[in-house]
């Protein structure tokens, strides 16, 4: 009797396990990952966190949640979340870049506090640590640059440091080299020597986004080529940022300085809070807007 009763059992657990898995209703990671590449963010983001609930240990699904969270802003979620994958998986590149990113973002969205600066310490040295682990990879090494260049000495931060990387990145590929060297030099108000290598390198590249950044900055900066650096910041609007380069948030913050300079506060006003909209802490564009708005007649 217990012989013929337990192919019944069987087959009744796995009918079981098969009902249960239909009425969790969770699409599979490939849909999610499918939705996420389509920049169907909210969407896809959904179906991670049910995944990651149900498996905890999905490094993958951690990953591809944590960047879902990036791209909507919400900061200290991807910490959180890339934080646990880093120590499921502390020799993945891909998770460290990303959690170092989250933590240099965050960092900068508090300014200058004690917990900004340990979020940044532990950001760069996740970013250090998967340019170890991947020295090819030269979107790593952009993000330190762009770390290095603009963090304090007391988290890490040095011109010297950002020099070597360009120099790095030259090495493996001559014209994203330049650029970032113009970019430390853009930050060092070398305007005329980066805006030269900036100009070489659209000749060769015409949508090279962090060399047209780089010219708007420039002109934001200067006061000179407003026009030019207008063209240049409106170019990068039909492009899209990497992930380690300033985002559409960022132009238009650049935009409205430009704006600003060139005499036209309704404009730059228009460009800061599209920058508002598109990243609500972005500091610098709130604290442009209300200088201009303190100014208003």
Known sequence: MNMSFRPFVTILLICSFGLAKMLAGVPPLETAITLFNAHRVAEARSILAAITAREPENTRALWYLGQTYLLMQRREDAIAVLEHAVKLAPQDHHILAD??????????????????????????????????????????REGLVAFYKQAPAIVGGSMAKAYAQ???????????????????????????????ICEEALRIQPDN?????????????????????????????????????????????????????????DKARAEYETALRLEPTFKQATDALAQLNESKP
């Open 99 to 140: 959690f170092g990113s989250a933590c240099l973002l965050r960092a900068d969205e508090l300014g200058t506090t004690l917990k900004s600066i340990g979020y940044a310490r532990r950001g760069r040295i996740s970013l250090e640590q998967a340019v170890a682990l991947a020295p090819d990879e030269l979107a790593y």
């Open 209 to 265: 986004y962090l060399a047209l950044y780089t010219l708007g900055r420039i002109a934001s900066e200067s006061g000179k080529d407003l026009v030019r650096g207008e063209q240049a910041l409106r170019h990068c609007l039909d492009l899209t940022p990497a992930s380690q380069e300033p985002d559409f948030a960022g132009v238009h913050y650049r935009l409205g300085l430009i704006a600003e300079k060139a005499g036209h506060p």
């Open 166 to 196: 360009a120099a790095e990145i030259a090495k493996r590929n001559p014209l994203r080299g330049a650029v970032s060297k113009a970019s430390i030099q853009a930050k060092e108000q070398h305007f005329d020597e980066a805006r030269t």
